[in-house]
């Protein structure tokens, strides 16, 4: 299994700010997704962190609104830019590991309040 | 595309009661199925998963799940809940072809009451 951490696990800011979310991972991990959980929602997938290029993103969501780092191979970070009410939720970190291809483990989320 | 429906928004169930929490599938090919379940404020955490072989999986807590092919089902059941048990339930499914894209259910709140 793989150890995720997430940084902050909560914030309430302001329309039109930013906000960075991290994302630690306890071992080398081959994938690294950002899902997001609206509230009363399920997840829904924003992109895939690729290591040394360019995220990979869903429909629906686009690299200016959520910016994605990944410099190696346990960390990635997630901007939400700009962000309005409507960013609210839960930004959730997800990981397969090596080994265990066919699972994926999810870190406790980051709960961001917009007002 | 593939898409899964969890027809229950809520389930409230008796302690030591048995429950049956739905979960239907759309694909065009082949997937995997997984149960997620998210106890109050904490992460996802994964509860079972069919991959291959037997069509009835279990987790170490009780739950187990069939995969229908010919129903396009993966419902979860536990004979007998305990109050720990209230959480949301996700249903997944990944693509067998490549890829480690997950969609989920829009959720089933299971709640247990004395």
């Known amino acids: 299994s793989a150890v995720i951490s997430q940084k902050p696990s909560r914030d309430i800011c302001q329309r039109g700010t930013s906000l960075t979310i991290q994302c630690q991972v306890d071992?080398?991990?081959?994938?690294m997704f950002w899902y997001r959980q609206q509230p009363g929602q399920s997840l829904t997938l924003i992109a895939t962190?690729?290591?040394?290029?360019?995220?990979?993103?869903e429909s629906g969501f686009v690299i200016d609104k959520f910016p994605i780092s990944r410099p190696n191979l346990t960390f990635s970070t997630l901007t939400v830019s700009n962000m309005s009410p409507e960013d609210s939720s839960i930004y959730l970190c997800?990981?397969?590991?090596?080994?265990?291809?066919?699972?994926?483990?999810f870190g406790p989320g980051t709960r961001l309040t917009v007002l | 595309a593939q898409s899964v429906t969890q027809l229950d928004s809520q389930v409230p169930v008796f302690e030591e009661a048995p429950v049956e929490l739905r979960c239907n599938y759309s694909?065009?090919?082949?997937?995997?199925l997984f149960w997620y379940v998210q106890y109050p404020n904490q992460g996802l955490q994964l509860l079972l998963k069919y991959l291959s072989g037997s069509t009835l999986v279990e987790s170490i807590n009780g739950f187990e799940a069939e995969f229908n092919k010919s129903q396009t089902s993966f419902h979860l059941r536990k004979p007998s809940v305990h109050i720990s048990d209230t959480a949301e339930y996700f249903c997944a499914v990944r693509l067998t072809g490549g890829g480690n894209k997950l969609t989920f259910g829009t959720g089933t709140q299971l709640k247990v009451e004395l």
């Open positions: 071992s080398q991990v081959t994938m």
């Open positions: 962190a690729n290591q040394g290029s360019e995220a990979t993103y």
């Open positions: 694909s065009s090919v082949s997937v995997y």
């Open positions: 997800s990981v397969v590991g090596r080994g265990s291809y066919n699972e994926q483990f």
